[in-house]
């Protein structure tokens, strides 16, 4: 029983997930989030 628990601890330790990846072809939504991110980055840096 605790053997099982440590097999499975261990293994799932090197699982990991990744995000769905999705493209959206909207030129208006692209550019909102393109200037978000825009704003972002500066206000970071500056």
Known sequence: RERKFL???FLGFWDYETPKVMV???R???VIYRAVQFLVIT???W
């Open 28 to 30: 208006k939504l692209g």
């Open 7 to 9: 097999k499975d601890f």
């Open 24 to 26: 959206v072809k909207d």
């Open 43 to 45: 206000y970071f840096i």
